[in-house]
Structures are given as structure tokens and as C-alpha cells.
């Protein structure tokens, strides 16, 4: 169903769609990642947290790739960009806060723009 959703993409919009698709899902991916390395961390699993943390910064160049695409087309005036992730260095930077604060604050976790 999907890759048949992103030929009707195609189709419509040509590379554009597609690609401000799945720049918007890169960027929510970069903060998925960054709460599951979160939750392994709190939940004693120390050994998921590095491949968490790198999964988000592939995402995170990922997302900086689509977001080139999509400010060069003429489309961005209708489908304006999607927030700007933080640097890349704030991943690591946020987790090593979260590692050194006293308290667990609770992590709200909420489906995907997609899935709501």
C-alpha cells in the first residue's frame, strides 16, 4: 500500500511529493529515536543506546538531504517546509543531559502526524 501511495505520489507531483513526504517522516524519525535511545537508557539496556543515537543521525542527515530537494522547487510556496531539526550535535548533547539529570522526567510518547 505504500509504495503504491508513493506512485500515485509520483504521479501527481513528480519528485516533489514524495520527497516532502518523506522529508517530514525524517524529521519525526530523528526524535523517535532520540526518546527510544531514552527509554533504553532508563530501562537499563546501555548497549541499545549507541546504535539508537546513530540510527538518529543518519536520520538526521537524511532529512537535511530531502530538506535540500524541497527548498529548490518551485512546490515549496504551496507545501511550505516542515520544522528544522536541531543541529546534530544536540542528539548526543540531550541524551548526555538526560544521563546527568537527577530525575526521570516522563517521556510522552505520541504516534506519528500519519497515524493520528
Do not use: K, P, T
Given at each position: 500500500m505504500v509504495g503504491r501511495a508513493i506512485a500515485v505520489f509520483c504521479q501527481v507531483?513528480?519528485?516533489f511529493l514524495p520527497m516532502y513526504g518523506a522529508g517530514?517522516?525524517?524529521?519525526?524519525?530523528?526524535?523517535?529515536?532520540?526518546?527510544?535511545?531514552r527509554l533504553a537508557l532508563a530501562a537499563g539496556q546501555p548497549g541499545l543506546v549507541e546504535p539508537l543515537l546513530e540510527m538518529a543521525e543518519v536520520e538526521w542527515d537524511h532529512e537535511q538531504y530531502f530538506r535540500s530537494k524541497v527548498l529548490g522547487h518551485f512546490l515549496r510556496r504551496v507545501f511550505p517546509p516542515w520544522p528544522a531539526p536541531p543541529p546534530r550535535a544536540s542528539i548526543r548533547e540531550t541524551l548526555r543531559d538526560f544521563e546527568r539529570s537527577t530525575e526521570r522526567p516522563t517521556i510522552a510518547v505520541r504516534a506519528p502526524w500519519l497515524l493520528r
Open positions: 507531483g513528480g519528485w517530514r517522516l525524517e524529521a519525526q524519525n530523528i526524535r523517535e529515536y532520540e526518546v527510544a535511545a
